[in-house]
């Protein structure tokens, strides 16, 4: 007989609908979305789809008009420090050296600073922050600060978006070893479809006014990947199908003005 394996993350018939002075605005539709423990999920769609309010929600720091957000079986709407959420920007704090940055999120959950210290230092060695533990945030480049970053996150709302294509790159494959080695769930925001097909074991595409997912496509391709499986026949029935949903996902404008 087999057993029922709850999710991880489940997004639960998630609604958002913000009052402004031209009247209410619906961002979100009902979002259902079900992550299995230790999957790499993408959303992929235009800008304005939706994409960082579902995220805002996940995290806890926006409310929804509907529907739950429920972590582990349990309803966690709402509820802050469930999960680690990062931005294009890596937020880490300047008074800090990169080691205290990284074990921030222990000290929250009352580990005490010597003992995270222990766990963490190993982690910056092994991802390539290695002599750099105790400088501060202006002494590094930017692909360092986003490896600092990521050591202490689970959401990844286009962390690499600010950085040129060789770090980007060369970041992506540093995410696919720290993912790896963890096992984390993972729910990554990104404009690039070839990033999301490389990086994913699903994508959900999510189109536009009112946001929502339009199709969700299971990515299986074998692992680990290299950089050669963009050009593989299937890689690229992949990059074409994202292609052409993501058309058909922006509004008509010239349709919308003239209702308007």
């Not at 469930?82 to 800090?96: A, E, N, S, T």
Request: aromatic content about 6%; glycine content about 8%; overall charge neutral.
């Amino acid at each position: 007989m087999s057993v029922s394996v709850a999710p991880k993350l489940k997004v639960d018939h998630v609604s958002m609908t913000f009052c402004t002075r031209a009247g209410d605005f619906a961002a979100l539709v009902p979002v259902t979305l079900s992550i299995p423990q230790g999957r790499f999920v993408s959303l992929i769609g235009p800008s304005g789809c939706g994409k960082s309010t579902i995220f805002n929600i996940i995290a806890g720091l926006l409310e929804p008009t509907g529907g739950r957000v429920l972590i582990d079986d349990i309803d966690a709407t709402g509820t802050i420090g469930r999960v680690g959420y990062m931005l294009q920007k890596d937020l880490l704090l300047p008074w800090r050296t990169v080691l205290d940055n990284v074990i921030l999120g222990m000290e929250i959950q009352a580990v005490p600073l010597r003992s995270a210290r222990e766990r963490a230092l190993p982690l910056l060695r092994r991802y390539g922050l290695s002599g750099f533990e105790y400088l501060y945030p202006s002494a590094l480049s930017g692909g360092m600060r986003q490896r600092a970053a990521l050591l202490r996150t689970i959401l990844l709302d286009e962390p690499f978006g600010a950085l040129d294509a060789q770090t980007k790159l060369q970041m992506q494959e540093w995410l696919m070893a720290l993912w790896s080695d963890f096992g984390k769930t993972v729910l990554f925001v990104t404009h690039d479809v070839e990033e999301a097909i490389y990086l994913s074991d699903e994508l959900h595409v999510m189109g536009t006014r009112p946001g929502r997912i339009i199709a969700s496509i299971p990515v299986n391709l074998p692992r680990p990947r290299v950089r050669t499986s963009a050009l593989t026949p299937e890689f690229l029935v992949l990059k074409e199908r994202c292609l052409e949903l993501l058309d058909v996902s922006q509004p008509n404008l010239d349709t919308v003005g003239e209702a308007a």
